[in-house]
């Protein structure tokens, strides 16, 4: 098919903090997409999600015309039905960063959609090369590493595989160019560059707190206030998530087998309590949960 043939639908697989950020981009490009979760109950917690979010994007942005929350709401069609992948020719997977968990979705999803469909691996540190070995055609898997919140993020990391193919690439291009965003494109390695080196600082971070060297609030202060960060590495792990933070950092301990990745103890704490950031709404800060 013709690049400029494709993306009239894009699956979205996973609708937790990055899917729905992905979800609302492309309906705000005007690309139709199928966005799946498990259960309906998540799949609901998302459209209102994606409402609130559609809301401050609006403020946010730089854009001037003003978005209509119910046409970007017609552009996605939610469902826990993966047999309506079967016709998409690009997917977006945004599932929980779980080795089992991935392996299962990719599983299913190269015996459902067609040998061309593009798969794309929203991860923060697996590596793209081991996913792509577990369908067939392997040269049709990429990573696609987003930022959060996706609306208004400028560029995107994409992940080349060591058997991801040109047309890949640039078909990827092409959506993310759709998107407004730019590609920086580099070699698979696990944690690719922005988790190798973000999440090795906000792992750090967690140890300062747990050692009781100084409070969340001055450890972010202080990396904003000397050295330009919009956001410290304490309130970028509330908007990432706990949970996410610390499966990046085990899959950056099993994968290099390495101790400097050694995840703070203080992250499985926070994990099992449940504090798991913004979308919990208590992590190293409080948050207002209602929307
Ligand atoms: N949070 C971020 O800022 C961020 C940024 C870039 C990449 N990522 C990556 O994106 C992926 C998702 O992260 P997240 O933060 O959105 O996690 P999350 O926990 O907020 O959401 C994960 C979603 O996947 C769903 N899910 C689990 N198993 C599924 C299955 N079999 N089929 C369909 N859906 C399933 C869950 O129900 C949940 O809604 C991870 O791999 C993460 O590393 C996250």
């Known amino acids: 098919m013709e690049n400029k ?14 899917g729905i950020g992905v979800a609302q981009n492309l ?25 609130q979010n559609v809301r401050l994007y609006s403020i946010y942005s730089k854009e001037k015309n ?45 015996s459902i959609c067609t040998e061309s469909t593009v798969f794309a691996a929203n991860t923060s540190c697996i590596s793209i ?40 690439i640039s078909v990827t291009n092409d959506l993310l160019s759709k998107m ?16 190798r080196l973000m999440t090795f600082m906000i792992n750090e971070a967690a140890f300062l707190v747990q050692e009781n060297v100084a409070s969340a609030s001055d450890i972010d202060n202080i ?3 000397s050295y330009a960060q919009t956001m410290g590495p304490l309130e970028t792990a509330d908007l990432i998530g706990i949970d996410t933070i610390l499966h990046s950092m085990e899959v950056l301990y099993d994968s290099f087998k390495d101790g400097k990745y050694r995840p703070c103890p203080l992250l499985y704490k ?11 709404g208590q992590g190293f800060y409080k948050y207002n949960t209602n929307f």
């Open 5 to 18: 043939n494709r993306f009239k639908v894009v699956g979205v697989i996973g609708a937790g903090t990055i």
């Open 27 to 51: 309906a705000q490009k005007n690309i139709s997409v199928v966005l799946l979760d498990i259960t309906e109950v998540k799949l609901k917690e998302a459209k209102a999600r994606i409402q």
């Open 66 to 110: 003003k978005i209509d929350v119910n046409e970007v709401l017609n552009f996605i069609k939610f469902t826990t039905n993966y047999q309506e992948l079967e016709n998409v020719d690009y997917i977006i997977e945004n599932v929980t960063e779980n080795w089992e968990i991935k392996k299962q979705v990719y599983s299913k999803i190269n």
């Open 129 to 168: 090369t081991k996913i792509a070995h577990i369908v067939d055609n392997p040269e049709r898997v990429i990573g696609v590493h987003f930022m959060n919140p996706v609306p208004l993020k400028d560029s995107v990391e994409v992940i080349k595989g060591v058997l991801t193919n040109d047309k890949t």
């Open 180 to 195: 407004k965003k730019d590609s920086i494109v580099i070699n698979d390695m696990p944690g690719f560059v922005s988790n």
């Open 223 to 225: 990396l904003k206030n």
């Open 270 to 280: 926070m994990t099992q309590a449940g504090m798991l950031g913004r979308k919990s």
